[in-house]
């Protein structure tokens, strides 16, 4: 069955650490993947998504993801930790027949 | 502005006492779709539409009924809610399934 994981619930680093934060998917073919945040009390909001070509692809608020075919992984990266990317995470795929299927979310903590 | 907006924000109501959540895009897009987030659960798809009067069910459809009549509007409907049914819930939009949602702020419903 197709399927979106992200395999940390919780993530706390502190402000200024490098984040990673991990998504694998299950799918017969390569889908279209993307990362969206959700701020509390706020809908989702588009970080990145990733179609085809380059497997690094950039988004927007400093974040990068990448794409490893191999591995069957998205995984969202940042550099530098703000205090306000504290949020919770979705990674999500679409396979093109109208349907998305979210991970279960990887909330993240700042330490300040 | 490009946004999606769902009325209203908050909801509490009693067991069975039809009900309907209001979805607006005001971007032209074909694509529409209406979510539920729960706790440890992610988000799960109750509906979508793919334009007008075409509309699908999603991975949670039971209890719940959508329509398509105008490109802009998407509205959910409860026509006996139950507790069962407190949850968050978020409509989308996108001009195509693979360039990545515009989510609405969402619509927290109780159902007592």
């Known amino acids: 069955a197709q399927s979106v994981t992200q395999p940390d619930i919780h993530i706390t680093v502190s402000e200024g650490a490098s984040l990673e934060l991990r998504c694998n998917y299950s799918y017969g073919a390569t889908p279209y993947l993307f990362w969206y945040v959700q701020s509390p009390g706020q809908g989702l909001q588009l970080l990145l998504k990733?179609?085809?070509?380059?497997?690094l692809v950039q988004g927007i608020k400093g974040f990068e993801a990448e794409f490893k075919r191999s591995q069957s992984s998205f995984n969202l990266r940042k550099p530098s930790v703000h205090w306000s990317d504290a949020a919770e995470y979705f990674c999500a795929a679409y396979s093109g027949t109208y349907k998305y299927i979210f991970g279960t979310g990887t909330r993240l903590k700042v330490l300040a | 502005e490009a946004q999606v907006t769902q009325n209203p924000r908050y909801l509490i109501t009693v067991t069975g006492k039809k009900l309907t959540v209001t979805c607006s895009q005001n971007?032209?897009?074909?694509?529409m779709s209406w979510y539920r987030q729960d706790p440890g659960l992610g988000l799960r798809q109750i509906y979508y539409?793919?334009?007008?009067?075409?509309?699908d069910k999603g991975d949670v459809p039971e209890g719940y009924k959508v329509s398509r009549k105008e490109k802009r509007n998407f509205p959910l409907i409860l026509e006996s809610p139950s507790p069962n049914q407190t949850s968050l819930y978020f409509c989308?939009?996108?001009?195509?399934?693979?360039?990545?949602?515009?989510f609405g702020s969402g619509t927290r419903l109780t159902v007592v």
């Open positions: 971007m032209n897009h074909e694509y």
């Open positions: 989308a939009s996108s001009q195509q399934g693979n360039y990545g949602y515009t």
């Open positions: 539409s793919m334009n007008v009067e075409v509309t």
């Open positions: 990733y179609f085809s070509g380059d497997t």
